[in-house]
């Protein structure tokens, strides 16, 4: 009997998914659990799993196009079936449904129109910016307001062949502009000094890029938590010459006996983690008229995957050691990457980690993930100099962390208390792994 996919509901807040890539093409055959195809969701793009078995009979949803919950995606029939008579066109799914039923429901043409809705509530129309303007020719200025200097030649060269002198770089004495570098410029040359240790531009032309289902919500979530809930930052500096020195230890001892190698983060999540044990309030959400505390700590991990950012969550970190968290956030970030992730490994985090360490970001302020209440940001460890103990200035290392804050839960004097557990514990690393 025909049978027909159509597009599941693969996270909680999704209300329709695009197609990203079929798995399988028409003729091909299908079971049950079998992955068909990789649809992108409102938080990731993940693989669908099928729920009718047979032969693909014909593909209706192609790559790239979106389609709501309950849409048709593709016909499939049982091993030697004919197909239905409208087998080339899909059966109305829900959003055509909901037209139609519109349209019945839709007042007489001589019926009073509606009335007009308010004008705070019309949405606003969307322009393309506008092209930046380019430099006259001949221009005496460059874009940094620097006076231009070239020789006459150069300036009637430039004129004649079209050339904003303001964009060449000189090579007379002075950074001149001068005939030379009219005729390197020419001959495909990319400016006078150029010694080709500049990476080429990817610059291209003005284009208009859509937003996908996880940009958009990203854009809408971000926008609402910085707009709804009021933040608060701190930051403390942290001596992390204990911890590089213990890892060092540590991770000779680890692949002596084939185990893993652990990172920072590995440290910073298992420190987090106790640090939210000692000052359970940072472990909480705001509930309208009550504060909700969690009982468990789940520690989401921010991961940058091509589509946008993802923070899959550790489940009941309290529990678990510098090894287990190291193995699972390996594990969840490894399957983010790959569009492997479940919805609900996404979902009750209490409490989020940010890390731009690896980019050489030194500190920065995150954005609260609601409904969450602290987001910590984690910036590179640099080596810089210090005052020691006895008033000597020593080699020492640093790294800064940010602690935003939701103030309807989160008081100043608690959020201190929460880093100055998390200073401790960082500075003291054997008791991250005791």
Known sequence: MASYLTMPKLSDTMTEGTLVKWLKKEGDTITIDEEV???????????????????????YVPEGAAAPLGATLALVLEEGEEPPADADTPPAGPETKEEEATEEAAPAEDAPAPAAAPAAAAPQPTTKPPKPKAAPVGSSTRPDGERVKASPLARKLAEERGIDISRVRGTGPGGRVV????????????????????????????????????RRVIAQRLLESKTTIPHFYLNIEVDTEPLMTLRAKVNEASLANDGPKYTVNDFIMRATVLATCAVPQVNASFAGDEIYQYGDVNLSVAVAIDEGLVTPVIRSAQDKSIKDLAAEIKDLAGRARNKKLAPEEMQDGTITISNLGAYGVVNFDAIINPPQSAILSIGTIKKVPVVDANNQIVPGQRMWIGMSCDHRVIDGAVGAQFLAELQRLIENPLLLVS
Do not use: C, N, R
Request: net charge negative; hydrophobic share 35%.
């Open 37 to 59: 195809a990789e649809v992108e969701t409102d938080k990731a793009t993940m693989t669908m799993p099928s729920f009718e078995e047979g032969i693909i009979h014909k593909i």
């Open 179 to 214: 005939k030379a570098d009219l005729d390197y410029l020419a001959s495909g040359g990319g400016g006078g000094s150029d010694l080709g240790l500049v990476p080429e531009s990817k610059l291209a032309g003005d284009e208009t890029v859509g937003l996908s289902g996880m």
